[in-house]
């Protein structure tokens, strides 16, 4: 038997234990008291205790049975009424049992023979309760399952929903990813016959996006996503031969906050595309934190395009903690602050 089937089983017999000892005690305080508020006058304490005390102990012995008994018949589909209906007829039974038991154990605590004459009385004044207490205990059992089966089916659920989850958004940046290199890639083959240097430049750049989106699957700092983005619009600049700034206005303390890779490519590339041909132009991000629960994040020029993959990422990843507002100039984007262990 494993440590933890035989920690389980230890819990279980001292919680059936103690049940069933509160229950002895509030017993015999219950008839002790009854004694003296009516005809019967003062009794010993201690005799009532040792008596419901060794009722509990039976009880206690008695209740594993009738586990067994609830869960061989559990009160759910398909077999509900069937069970029902057999917990009905076996209820009476075991009440009758138990109180037969009783007797016996009464008998023999008082160094008699058992008798038949105390079967049946203690089954004649004790079978209808013995009958609800055995109905109880098979309630309770059948409520436990049913709290333990929910709980478990939840668990399995929230996993399930998890797994799903993370394969979306494994698909939505595998969809970024590529299209990130693919557009980088092209841009070089544009110029790497008419100018050698530069071409050659921008593969060192490229390598190093591509080394900076291999090493991240989740959440990065977001010092290293504007890192990226730097490089990506400087991959531009070199492409096209004109002067495209990238600046970024973000306080130092924020740049280790984590945030999802690639976080901010998709909105830069559009703000890239409203920059087209124009010389001198500048892509601008402006981060801030205005109440410690999450990011603002501004990006300028908007080219009045919605990414819609990033839009679908970033929504299944915060739910409605995330905005995303497209005005006329600019994208603004708001998102909670994130867990380190991220999965995106």
Same mark, same amino acid.
């Given at each position: 038997m494993s440590n933890v089937r035989t920690r389980e089983l230890l819990r279980f017999t001292l919680m059936l234990l103690g049940v069933w000892f509160v229950f002895g005690v509030f017993n015999a305080s219950l008839i002790h008291r009854r004694a003296l508020a009516t005809t019967l006058g003062e009794i010993e304490w201690f005799p009532v205790l040792q008596f419901q005390m060794c009722s509990s102990l039976l009880w206690a012995t008695f209740t594993p049975f009738i586990i067994a008994i609830a869960d061989a018949l559990p009160i759910r589909r398909p077999h509900a009424l069937r069970n029902v209906i057999l917990l009905i007829l076996l209820l009476p039974a075991l009440g009758i049992a138990r109180a037969a038991l009783g007797g016996a154990v009464l008998n023999l605590s008082e160094g008699d023979r058992i008798s038949v004459d105390m079967f049946k009385l203690s089954v004649a004044i004790r079978t209808h309760s013995y009958s609800l207490l055995a109905a109880i205990i098979v309630g309770a059992t059948n409520m436990m399952r049913l709290a333990r089966e929910t709980g478990e089916s939840e668990r399995r659920q929230i996993a399930l929903r998890t797994r799903l989850t993370r394969m979306e958004m494994d698909s939505l940046r595998a969809q970024l990813q590529p299209e990130l290199i693919f557009r980088m890639l092209e841009t070089i083959a544009a110029v !790497?016959?008419?100018?050698?240097?530069?071409?050659?430049? =921008?593969?060192?750049?490229?390598?190093?996006?591509? @080394?900076?989106? $291999?090493?991240?699957?989740?959440? &990065? %700092?977001?010092?290293?996503?504007?890192? *990226?983005? +730097?490089?990506? &619009?400087?991959?531009?600049? =070199?492409?096209?031969?004109?002067?495209?700034? /990238?600046?970024?206005? &973000?306080?130092?303390? $924020?740049?280790? !906050? %984590? &945030? %999802?890779a690639f976080l901010l490519q998709p909105f830069v590339d559009d703000a890239i595309r409203a920059s087209a041909g124009r010389d001198g132009a500048a892509i601008e991000v402006t981060v801030q934190c205005p109440d410690?629960?999450?990011?603002? !994040?501004?990006? @300028? %020029?908007? +080219?009045?395009?919605?990414?819609?993959? +990033?839009? !679908?990422?970033?929504?299944?990843? /915060?739910?409605?903690? /995330?905005? *995303?507002?497209?005005?006329a100039m600019a994208t603004t984007l708001r998102i909670p602050l994130l867990e380190e262990t991220l999965t995106a």
């Amino acid at each position: 038997m494993s440590n933890v089937r035989t920690r389980e089983l230890l819990r279980f017999t001292l919680m059936l234990l103690g049940v069933w000892f509160v229950f002895g005690v509030f017993n015999a305080s219950l008839i002790h008291r009854r004694a003296l508020a009516t005809t019967l006058g003062e009794i010993e304490w201690f005799p009532v205790l040792q008596f419901q005390m060794c009722s509990s102990l039976l009880w206690a012995t008695f209740t594993p049975f009738i586990i067994a008994i609830a869960d061989a018949l559990p009160i759910r589909r398909p077999h509900a009424l069937r069970n029902v209906i057999l917990l009905i007829l076996l209820l009476p039974a075991l009440g009758i049992a138990r109180a037969a038991l009783g007797g016996a154990v009464l008998n023999l605590s008082e160094g008699d023979r058992i008798s038949v004459d105390m079967f049946k009385l203690s089954v004649a004044i004790r079978t209808h309760s013995y009958s609800l207490l055995a109905a109880i205990i098979v309630g309770a059992t059948n409520m436990m399952r049913l709290a333990r089966e929910t709980g478990e089916s939840e668990r399995r659920q929230i996993a399930l929903r998890t797994r799903l989850t993370r394969m979306e958004m494994d698909s939505l940046r595998a969809q970024l990813q590529p299209e990130l290199i693919f557009r980088m890639l092209e841009t070089i083959a544009a110029v !790497i016959e008419k100018d050698a240097a530069s071409a050659d430049a =921008m593969i060192v750049t490229l390598s190093q996006v591509i @080394r900076r989106s $291999l090493a991240h699957a989740g959440a &990065v %700092p977001l010092g290293d996503d504007l890192e *990226l983005v +730097a490089r990506y &619009v400087e991959l531009h600049a =070199m492409a096209t031969g004109k002067s495209l700034t /990238f600046r970024c206005h &973000v306080d130092d303390d $924020l740049l280790d !906050i %984590p &945030v %999802p890779a690639f976080l901010l490519q998709p909105f830069v590339d559009d703000a890239i595309r409203a920059s087209a041909g124009r010389d001198g132009a500048a892509i601008e991000v402006t981060v801030q934190c205005p109440d410690d629960s999450g990011l603002l !994040i501004d990006i @300028r %020029p908007h +080219a009045g395009e919605i990414v819609e993959a +990033a839009r !679908i990422r970033l929504q299944r990843l /915060f739910g409605a903690e /995330f905005v *995303l507002d497209n005005a006329a100039m600019a994208t603004t984007l708001r998102i909670p602050l994130l867990e380190e262990t991220l999965t995106a």
